[in-house]
């Protein structure tokens, strides 16, 4: 199973409390943590990107760096690790899409992919006057779907004749091509954002789990939205890998973990929290919100949370028995927490080590 780092891109990370350690979203922080992650083994880092935050007493979010910038930087200074920036499509032309990422694929050919993001943040939009209108978050996957149809074009031919809803090119030319494959990553979670990842992605996250008490529920589950995303691929001839997504909350013993767990919870950004659901609650559809809004001081990401041991044979599980193909995890503390789940984690995984 491959594993990767959710770069702290933004402020605070991916936990909404004033319990965890300040985050300062700094060109040498993600470098560095790409670097010791690349080290370390690694297989890839994803940044995402956001161009407003949540508020609050934190600050949280409204402090980040750029996505496609930052893994232009990170390109030349990294060997081995693969990059993959994310792209809000609201906010970026296809076509100018397809240029800067064949730009970047040139410094790190063959460790480059891209991050679909349909967009559920209205006044993130609305701000820079983007926002298309309330009925975006229905249209989304077919916007995406165009979208994605002209990204590839472009990166197979250097050209696109594509007439659509949403574009309408006139033999549109973006040379060079990228030297390799790009990789295309998704985060459909409901069924019409499934159905886009099989027809139009390489990789799908699945933002569900985390459950380290009941993990034959979690096993079940990510194994059924699996199943579910290759019986839409395989008609159409297509593979596409599965992702987990994971906030690492560990400790040396369970109860540590779990203390460490509460405290963090004790400090929410209430106010952040308020913020960021409200915006969610704005989306009646299903998906990434829809998360948001049940686990929204976790940003919706299945927390882990145990002693290394613990973390690590939940890992084993999903990786063996629901045949998740990769895993990616932020931490409460990216420069302490990294080391420790390097250090103690990562050693007793049997889908990594092949014992």
Same mark, same amino acid.
């Given at each position: 199973?491959? !594993? ?23 060109? $040498? ?25 949540? %508020?609050? $007493?934190?600050?949280?979010?409204? =402090?980040? #760096? ?11 200074? *990294? ?23 064949? *730009? !970047? ?6 460790? @480059? ?16 006057? #983007? ?6 978050? $229905? ?8 979208? +994605? ?17 949403? @574009?309408?090119?006139? =033999? ?9 494959? !790009? ?5 459909g979670q409901s069924g019409r954002g499934i159905r886009f990842t099989a027809e139009c992605g390489d ?9 380290? =008490? ?21 008609? #159409? ?23 460490? @767990? ?7 950004? $209430?106010?952040?929290?308020?913020t960021l659901v409200g915006q969610a609650e704005l989306d009646k559809s299903e998906g990434m919100s829809?998360?948001?809004? /049940?686990?929204?001081?976790?940003? %919706?990401?299945?927390?882990?949370? %145990? ?7 939940? #890992? ?6 629901? /045949? ?10 990216? *420069? ?16 990594? +080590?092949?014992?």
């Open positions: 199973m491959e !594993i990767g780092i959710f770069l702290p891109i933004a402020k605070n990370g991916f936990i909404v409390s004033k319990n965890v350690p300040p985050t300062w979203p700094t060109w $040498e922080l993600n470098r560095d943590v790409t670097l010791k992650c690349e080290a370390a083994g690694f297989d890839f880092a994803l940044s995402m990107v956001k161009f407003r935050g949540f %508020g609050g $007493e934190t600050e949280y979010w409204d =402090h980040s #760096l750029d996505s496609f910038t930052l893994t232009a930087m990170l390109a030349p200074v *990294t060997s081995r690790i693969k990059l993959i920036p994310s792209v809000t499509l609201l906010s970026l032309h296809p076509a100018v899409a397809a240029r800067m990422a064949a *730009t !970047i694929e040139a410094a790190c050919p063959g460790r @480059f992919g891209l991050n679909i993001v349909s967009g559920w943040y209205k006044k993130e939009f609305e701000q820079m006057g #983007l926002w298309p209108g309330d009925a975006h978050f $229905e249209r989304r996957y077919d916007y995406a779907t165009e979208y +994605t149809t002209i990204l590839r074009q472009l990166w197979a031919t250097g050209t696109s004749d594509f007439r659509g809803e949403f @574009f309408k090119f006139d =033999h549109a030319e973006i040379k060079p091509v990228p030297t390799s494959p !790009i990789e295309l990553v998704c985060a990789r799908n996250f699945i933002i569900a789990g985390g459950n380290t =008490h009941d993990v034959d529920s979690d096993v079940r589950y990510i194994r059924g939205v699996t199943e579910q995303l290759q019986a839409i691929a395989g008609p #159409l001839g297509r593979k596409v890998g599965t992702i987990s997504l994971f906030n690492v909350i560990a400790a040396d013993t369970d109860a540590e973990a779990a203390a460490r @767990f509460d405290h963090i919870v004790a400090g929410a950004d $209430e106010a952040a929290i308020r829809e998360s948001l809004k /049940k686990k929204s001081m976790f940003m %919706g990401l299945p927390t882990l949370v %145990g002693s290394h041991a613990t973390v690590a044979a939940y #890992l084993d599980r999903i990786a063996f028995e629901a /045949k998740v193909d990769a895993c990616m995890f932020a931490f409460p503390d990216f *420069t302490r927490d990294i080391d420790n789940f390097v250090q103690h984690s990562l050693p007793r995984m049997e889908s990594r +080590t092949g014992r």
